[in-house]
């Protein structure tokens, strides 16, 4: 493995009760003070964090499957990214880059730029959620073209705001009750081949799609196509090959803005700079958070020169977007990602996971498929592999028989039957080894 260094012991660790004392006590303290609309999927309280393990406040060692839903790929506490912000704070905190401007920025979107597919010129603005970069995505290509309507796909997640409540496809616990949503947004079929009721290849899966916009919308009143090139809360689901390249091509020739969103996906997580590399896709804009940061809020959009720069100036913003303190951060984690060939780490993590898990798809007649790139990695939970109905509670419980033995791992999926797997790309590989091997149990006890 490469030279990537650790504070913490990297072991999975349990001192006996689950949840220990204190992490109760912190339950009961928080039931009185924080709603019950915001849930924790680990009932335990973390006190430190580094590499592939979580230490929570009764000095349990956790493998951590989760990197904070997708965020720290370079561990939680990466040593360029604490001295970073370490140090940046020392100098200032925040100024407001539309206010007193500083380089912090600019060095972000120079280094966007350069990651980023495509080598055309680029513009970059930068903001601090993944909801807010992708409601600014479809302000630019709106701006941009002059039209209103935006395509999204069946089982998207894009956020949690109002915009991005209407781009997302499930309904709870995201919508249900948070209406009346943006309008000008339109559904279509999404690629997901181990759903498809018959063969069906990417091209088609492509086509599909845009018949149904060509007939609800029409090509020329469309702003923007949206979309995860593998979608994340949906279900890790991965389109067939040669969906997503037809897609951008018929927005290439019908004038719309091809969005990706690799919020989740992008930063190394999938063996590539981003997901769309794998097939050569070059957006027009991306929507960039999550793992851009080491755990730092920071997020972006980037894209075309000419479509960032049709917004009249003053039109985009906001008064912590690019904070300092998170650009240092973001430097600090894509170099980290460099040094630490953390591509290749993902790749590997692959490797170890097919290897575990995939034996299990003829083994167990619950395991449907396993499926993603990289260390996105998903298993989805099944009734039986003919019926393919989904089996969601399966999914719980072989992620909670791995939490009880010290392994953090979440679940997904628009049926809730998806268990998924995304380690920091900094997990040991004996780690990683031990925690499969508690999930591969789990999967058999279930
Ligand atoms: C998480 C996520 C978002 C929303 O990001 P927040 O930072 O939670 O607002 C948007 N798109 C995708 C693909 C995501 O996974």
Same mark, same amino acid.
């Given at each position: 493995?490469?030279?990537?260094?650790?504070?913490?012991?990297?072991?999975?660790?349990?001192?006996?009760?689950?949840?220990?004392?204190?992490?109760?006590?912190?339950?009961?303290?928080?039931?009185?003070?924080?709603?019950?609309?915001?849930?924790?999927?680990?009932?335990?309280?973390?006190?430190?964090?580094?590499?592939?393990?979580?230490?929570?406040?009764?000095?349990?060692?956790?493998?951590?499957? %989760?990197?904070?839903?997708?965020?720290?790929?370079?561990?939680?506490?990466?040593?360029?990214?604490?001295?970073?912000?370490?140090?940046?704070?020392?100098?200032?905190?925040?100024?407001?880059?539309?206010?007193?401007?500083?380089?912090?920025?600019?060095?972000?979107?120079?280094?966007?730029?350069?990651?980023?597919?495509?080598?055309?010129?680029?513009?970059?603005?930068?903001?601090?959620?993944?909801?807010?970069?992708?409601?600014?995505?479809?302000?630019?290509?709106?701006?941009?073209?002059?039209?209103?309507?935006?395509?999204?796909?069946?089982?998207?997640?894009?956020?949690?705001?109002?915009?991005?409540?209407?781009?997302?496809?499930?309904?709870?616990?995201?919508?249900?009750?948070?209406?009346?949503?943006?309008?000008?947004?339109?559904?279509?079929?999404?690629?997901?081949?181990?759903?498809?009721?018959?063969?069906?290849?990417?091209?088609?899966?492509?086509?599909?799609?845009?018949?149904?916009?060509?007939?609800?919308?029409?090509?020329?009143?469309?702003?923007?196509?949206?979309?995860?090139?593998?979608?994340?809360?949906?279900?890790?689901?991965?389109?067939?090959? %040669?969906?997503?390249?037809?897609?951008?091509?018929?927005?290439?020739?019908?004038?719309?803005?091809?969005?990706?969103?690799?919020?989740?996906?992008?930063?190394?997580?999938? %063996?590539?700079?981003?997901?769309?590399?794998?097939?050569?896709?070059?957006?027009?804009?991306?929507?960039?958070?999550?793992?851009?940061?080491?755990?730092?809020?920071?997020?972006?959009?980037?894209?075309?020169?000419?479509?960032?720069?049709?917004?009249?100036?003053?039109?985009?913003?906001?008064?912590?977007?690019?904070?300092?303190?998170?650009?240092?951060?973001?430097?600090?984690?894509?170099?980290?990602?460099?040094?630490?060939?953390?591509?290749?780490?993902?790749?590997?993590?692959?490797?170890?996971?097919?290897?575990?898990?995939?034996?299990?798809?003829?083994?167990?007649?619950?395991?449907?498929?396993?499926?993603?790139?990289?260390?996105?990695?998903?298993?989805?939970?099944?009734?039986?592999?003919?019926?393919?109905?989904?089996?969601?509670?399966?999914?719980?419980?072989?992620?909670?028989?791995?939490?009880?033995?010290?392994?953090?791992?979440?679940?997904?999926?628009?049926?809730?039957?998806?268990?998924?797997?995304?380690?920091?790309?900094?997990?040991?590989?004996?780690?990683?080894?031990?925690?499969?091997?508690?999930?591969?149990?789990?999967?058999?006890?279930?």
């Amino acid at each position: 493995m490469s030279n990537i260094s650790y504070r913490l012991p990297q072991e999975i660790r349990l001192t006996g009760e689950f949840p220990g004392p204190r992490s109760a006590e912190l339950a009961e303290r928080r039931a009185k003070v924080v709603p019950g609309g915001v849930a924790s999927s680990v009932p335990v309280y973390a006190a430190d964090a580094d590499g592939g393990v979580i230490v929570d406040v009764d000095g349990n060692s956790f493998a951590d499957l %989760g990197s904070g839903i997708a965020v720290t790929s370079v561990g939680a506490s990466a040593p360029k990214v604490v001295e970073a912000v370490q140090d940046a704070a020392s100098h200032f905190t925040h100024t407001c880059f539309m206010v007193t401007p500083y380089e912090g920025y600019v060095a972000v979107a120079e280094k966007l730029a350069e990651v980023t597919p495509g080598d055309f010129e680029k513009r970059s603005v930068l903001f601090n959620s993944g909801a807010e970069a992708v409601e600014n995505a479809v302000k630019v290509a709106r701006a941009a073209t002059g039209r209103n309507a935006v395509v999204v796909f069946d089982h998207a997640y894009h956020g949690r705001t109002n915009l991005t409540m209407a781009l997302t496809a499930k309904a709870a616990p995201y919508k249900r009750g948070f209406g009346p949503f943006a309008s000008e947004v339109y559904r279509v079929p999404m690629s997901y081949p181990y759903r498809e009721p018959a063969e069906i290849d990417g091209k088609e899966a492509a086509e599909r799609a845009i018949l149904q916009i060509e007939k609800q919308i029409g090509g020329q009143d469309v702003a923007a196509i949206l979309i995860e090139p593998i979608q994340g809360e949906g279900g890790f689901i991965v389109p067939a090959e %040669g969906f997503l390249p037809r897609l951008a091509e018929w927005a290439r020739e019908n004038g719309v803005v091809f969005i990706a969103d690799e919020v989740q996906a992008g930063f190394c997580r999938t %063996g590539k700079w981003f997901a769309v590399d794998h097939e050569g896709v070059e957006p027009d804009l991306v929507t960039l958070a999550k793992g851009i940061a080491g755990g730092m809020p920071l997020s972006a959009v980037t894209g075309r020169a000419d479509l960032l720069d049709a917004v009249g100036p003053g039109g985009l913003g906001g008064t912590y977007g690019g904070n300092p303190v998170a650009c240092a951060a973001a430097l600090a984690s894509i170099e980290t990602m460099e040094e630490w060939n953390l591509n290749e780490r993902a790749t590997a993590i692959e490797k170890a996971i097919r290897g575990a898990i995939e034996p299990l798809v003829t083994e167990s007649d619950i395991v449907g498929e396993v499926r993603g790139r990289g260390a996105m990695m998903a298993i989805e939970f099944v009734a039986d592999s003919d019926s393919k109905t989904p089996h969601p509670s399966a999914a719980k419980d072989v992620a909670a028989y791995c939490l009880e033995r010290g392994v953090a791992i979440l679940t997904c999926g628009t049926y809730g039957n998806i268990v998924r797997l995304l380690p920091p790309l900094t997990i040991s590989d004996e780690l990683l080894d031990e925690a499969l091997n508690i999930l591969v149990e789990g999967i058999r006890s279930v």
